[in-house]
């Protein structure tokens, strides 16, 4: 009984770690290619920043959080915002995230999910 119980464990386990791997890193991996018109560039994108997110203006509103931009020569800081009046009931904001390829490194920008 105890071989069959650690089969079962090992096999749960050996599953999650390759769903786990198949999903990549952090909640908001980007999948499938880059969108067109996709400028790569070579530097590595700062870490985000932290802020102290102000209070919650609405009961309705979403915290969009701010992100790394190119601006063709240096990247510079887009700060977040609490977004009023989101699209639907229930919808969350997927964060901007920068994506490293053999080409170099692009922004997928956030969006609505």
């Known amino acids: 009984m105890k071989l069959g119980k ?9 599953g999650l770690a390759a769903l786990t ?3 990549g890193y952090g909640p908001y991996r980007h999948y499938g290619p880059p969108p067109s018109g996709v400028v790569y560039i070579s530097q ?3 870490p985000p920043r932290t ?5 919650r203006p609405t ?3 979403v ?3 701010g992100y790394w931009d190119w601006n063709g020569a240096d990247f510079i800081w887009v700060d977040g915002r609490w977004h009023p009046n989101p699209p639907r009931a229930g919808a ?7 994506v490293r390829t053999d080409k170099g490194w692009y922004r997928h ?5």
Not at 92 to 98: C, F, G, I, K, L
Not at 109 to 113: C, E
Request: proline fraction near 16%; charged fraction near 15%.
């Open 6 to 14: 650690r089969w079962v464990y090992g096999s749960v386990a050996l």
């Open 21 to 23: 791997a198949c999903a």
């Open 44 to 46: 590595t994108p700062p």
């Open 51 to 55: 802020v102290i997110i102000p209070p």
């Open 59 to 61: 009961s309705l509103s």
């Open 63 to 65: 915290w969009i959080g």
């Open 92 to 98: 969350r904001w997927v964060p901007d995230q920068w």
């Open 109 to 113: 920008p956030g969006r609505w999910k």
